[in-house]
């Protein structure tokens, strides 16, 4: 299948990163028809690299200004059954599109994604995501896709059905998560979405406060924005339905409580005790990151990154809330899509 | 990807309920002859990690109950004894699960306003 197979790679100043990620596809067990990187405008080396690798490079003739208008430049050129999605920033494990690409032999399957691992575990950040993914990854997703409903076919890695990608108008850039977005449509249209934990990929992570704050802003406005934009085409489906809604209130009602109700009664009370509140779930936490660690050979990693995953999650919720505040009160929509890996 | 923020509130228990009813739904299948031995598997490694979940929670509420009881006597205005009795215990297991229902509840009954078929 995968002869049948176009790989897109977005990529806006990647010189530092996209020669392993080629490296990776091509060094796949079963290899793409085509590599096509999408230079957009960088201003740095990364076009150059990518040609001295054999793929091919298109160019568009300004920086389109989102990942999707990197994206959809390249989907015009794409005639194969199969397209593939990948960040510039991005490995793949070798077997990783062998794995994926066989869910799609069912014609009624539009996309599949597969599990994200980041490749640096090094800074608080990086940690904190590691065991965001480990939990998510072993948790949530296969239960979602046990249900027919994993909420994201990931843009770090996915793979789709060309046609079904087309008739969606390829990727969408009217929210922030165009992921999210592409995912969702797909549901709404009554195809499938799968998720394949076998297939891995390995991201570069927000490193630093810097990168992470934006990364964190696009997604939480993302997030909101969709909520919003497909609350109607998606309200037939119970599953998603109740999915969304139950991420809706937590991200609202959880953020609010470890942000205000926590301190609050600690002070009211004049009481710490309370502040057990922020990491009362720990050993639930644990669990499946620790499951998934074992399994990799991380388990002192995991172990000792946990922590980080609690400083990662309160962060979170100034986000979530933020997105929550300008998106559907100030009804001040985010528009700019902002880097942050 | 992962915008919420995990185990936190009701998504954990949303999902803690999901894992529980996998073996249910699947067994449904089976007999559907739907089944197979790799989608068991996922069956039983989801449900198992639902049941460690489970147990540290418990081990986690046991441990509470040993620090924690002196200080809730002094913070909630009711008899120490009342806190731990049975109908108290029993509204706190079911409060969460009760407040999920709710939502979802909302939720469906706002998707009947809401629906809007698509074509395919």
């Known amino acids: ?341 | 990807m992962n915008v919420g923020l995990p185990t936190t509130g009701l998504g954990g228990i949303f999902y803690i309920l999901s894992g529980l009813l996998m073996p249910f739904i699947e067994l449904i299948y089976t007999f559907r002859e739907k089944s197979s031995t790799a989608r068991w598997k996922v069956v039983f490694r989801q449900v198992g990690i639902t049941m460690g979940i489970l147990a540290l929670i418990w081990i986690t509420s046991l441990v509470l109950k040993i620090f924690i009881p002196n200080q809730a006597s002094n913070l909630i205005p009711v008899e120490t004894n009342a806190i731990y009795s049975i109908s108290y215990i029993r509204i706190v297991l079911a409060s969460p699960i009760l407040a999920l229902g709710t939502i979802l509840g909302i939720s469906w009954i706002a998707s009947l306003f809401l629906r809007k078929r698509p074509a395919k």
């Open chain 1, 1 to 341: 299948m995968a002869e049948n197979l176009t790989v897109i790679i977005p990529a806006y100043n990647e010189a530092a990163s996209i020669e392993d990620t080629i490296r990776s596809i091509q060094n796949q067990t079963t290899p793409p028809r085509e590599i096509i990187v999408v230079d957009d405008f960088s201003s740095d080396e990364t076009g150059e690299l990518a040609k001295s690798l054999g793929v091919s490079v298109l160019r568009p003739p300004k920086n389109t200004g989102t990942k999707a208008g990197a994206q959809n430049f390249a989907l015009q050129q794409v005639d194969t059954k199969f397209s593939m999605a990948i960040d510039a920033d991005t490995i793949l494990a070798p077997d990783a599109i062998e794995k994926l690409i066989v869910v799609l032999e069912d014609e009624e399957v539009a996309a599949a994604c597969g599990s994200v691992i980041p490749r640096y575990k090094n800074t608080l950040w990086e940690r904190g995501r590691y065991i965001e993914y480990l939990f998510a990854f072993t948790f949530y997703k296969p239960i979602q896709d046990y249900y027919e409903k994993p909420l994201i076919s990931s843009g770090c890695f996915s793979v789709y059905r060309t046609s079904n990608l087309k008739e969606q108008g390829g990727w969408s850039t009217r929210t922030m998560a165009e992921d999210m977005d592409l995912t969702w449509s797909f549901y709404a249209k009554g195809y499938k979405v799968r998720f394949v934990p076998g297939a891995v990929c390995y991201p570069i992570e927000p490193e630093n406060f810097d990168f992470m704050k934006k990364q964190l802003k696009r997604w939480s406005h993302g997030f909101i924005q969709n909520v919003m934009l497909h609350s109607r085409d998606t309200s037939h489906l119970p599953v998603l339905r109740s999915m969304i809604t139950i991420g809706v209130w937590d991200a609202v009602v959880a953020s609010m409580a470890y942000l205000l109700l926590i301190p609050l009664l600690a002070i009211i009370f004049r009481n710490p005790i309370f502040l057990l509140g922020y990491i009362i779930d720990l050993p639930a936490v644990m669990v499946p990151p620790i499951i998934k660690g074992f399994e990799r050979k991380e388990l002192a990693l995991t172990l000792s990154s946990i922590p980080s995953f609690f400083v990662l999650r309160t962060v979170n919720c100034l986000f979530v809330l933020e997105a929550v505040f300008s998106e559907v009160i100030l009804r001040k929509r985010l528009t700019v899509y902002q880097k942050g890996h």
